[in-house]
């Protein structure tokens, strides 16, 4: 049985191109648009001989009460529920925002093994990303 990993976090903070870039493909839609993943998809991880199954979900935003972004973090947590590690990835370029605050003490309840990811960092408006 492959191990599976989880890629979480809030809407449009980079996670389809993160799957897309571990999985080698372009089978996950990436956008500017937030809110484009809808669904669980799941890819093929392979460094050396080891393999890992690789889940890119849709954005997390319990802010949202409509149906359709309820249903989306919902499979977004059954993803994390069928996972052994959970990369959680974070818009580094902003301020940690509540709802990633929110993930994260989400992820502590369910005391999910995980790994935050910085993204976007070359966005990042500072002088030491200048240098
Ligand atoms: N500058 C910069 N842009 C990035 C980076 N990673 C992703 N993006 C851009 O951010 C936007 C959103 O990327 P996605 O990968 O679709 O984000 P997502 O988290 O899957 O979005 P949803 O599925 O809508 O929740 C796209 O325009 C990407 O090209 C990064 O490291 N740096
Ligand atoms: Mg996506």
Redesign the pocket.
Known sequence: MLNTVAII????????????KLTKSRS??????????KDRNYGLLSIGDSKTFLI?T??IDSSKQESIDNKISEQAWIAVDESSLVLF?IDG?EELTNLDSEILDNLRKRNKKFIPIL?????KKCFKCLL
């Open positions: 976090g809030r809407p449009n903070v980079g996670k389809s191109t993160l799957f897309n996950a839609i990436v956008s500017n648009f937030s809110g484009l993943t890119d849709g954005g990835v370029s993204n976007k960092n070359d966005k």
